[in-house]
């Protein structure tokens, strides 16, 4: 927090929204990964001396202003970031023009939004080297259209775990859920919820898309049910 703006959240609230088991980033991970990842760490409040109009929003030398300004304040509750492999600033509300950034290349994630834990988790998944759930023009939201996946759907959309291309990004979705389609047919899918290990058939379908032999894409296919966070 800072001396002239809102209090942003409070730490119970935080913990709740950041490591919580349910509705929370951890949640996001928790279940794209079958259990596999978690998030953990801790909450710790800071009150930065100077106005909000100086703390610095845009990309280029942010990473160094917060390391300077607020990990000195952490580092004298106790605390050093630098044992963490990814920091999450939580700012008071509209003192940016965004509601959630990254630094690229880095481990420092903000967001001005700490009621909403889909835009902290979004940009979490960015670190990732992770891009955006879009859906293919000429769809009016090509950039967010996959409103079930948490980098889709925008920061107003609800809070989603991982769509099946980017849960097998991750290493998530071992290769024998995978069902390459190289003929037409027929293809049965359990649903990606279900724990891979107790699955019946494959959870993934692959297809490879023609024209792209030069750089390989494909389309995902999977079924998504009422399971965990979907």
């Not at 990964?33 to 610095?56: D, L, N, T």
């Not at 003192?95 to 909403?116: H, L, Q, S, V």
């Not at 290493?171 to 859920?177: D, I, L, Q, T």
């Amino acid at each position: 927090n800072c001396n002239d703006a809102e209090i942003p959240s409070s730490e119970r609230d935080l913990n709740a929204s950041t490591f919580g088991e349910e509705n929370s980033i951890n949640a996001v991970f928790k279940y794209s990964s079958y259990g596999k990842w978690s998030v953990q760490g801790s909450v710790v409040s800071v009150k930065y001396s100077g106005s909000k109009s100086s703390i610095q929003c845009t990309a280029e030398g942010r990473s160094d202003w917060f390391q300077a300004n607020i990990d000195a304040l952490i580092a004298k509750q106790g605390k050093d970031v630098s044992q963490y492999k990814k920091i999450l600033y939580v700012l008071p509300p509209g003192i940016c023009k965004w509601t959630g950034n990254f630094d690229i290349g880095k481990p420092r994630i903000y967001t001005t939004d700490g009621a909403r834990p889909k835009v902290a988790a979004h940009e979490l998944v960015h670190t990732f080297g992770m891009q955006h759930g879009a859906t293919a023009a000429p769809l009016s939201e090509n950039q967010y259209g996959d409103h079930g996946d948490v980098l889709g759907g925008g920061p107003d959309a609800p809070l989603a775990q991982m769509n099946a291309a980017r849960a097998v990004k991750f290493g998530f979705v071992p290769a024998s859920a995978i069902q390459d389609a190289s003929t037409k047919g027929s293809y049965s899918l359990e649903a990606i919820e279900s724990s891979p290990e107790k699955a019946k058939m494959k959870q993934v379908l692959r297809i490879f898309r023609t024209g792209s032999e030069k750089d390989p894409e494909y389309y995902y296919v999977s079924l998504r049910r009422p399971i965990g966070m979907d």
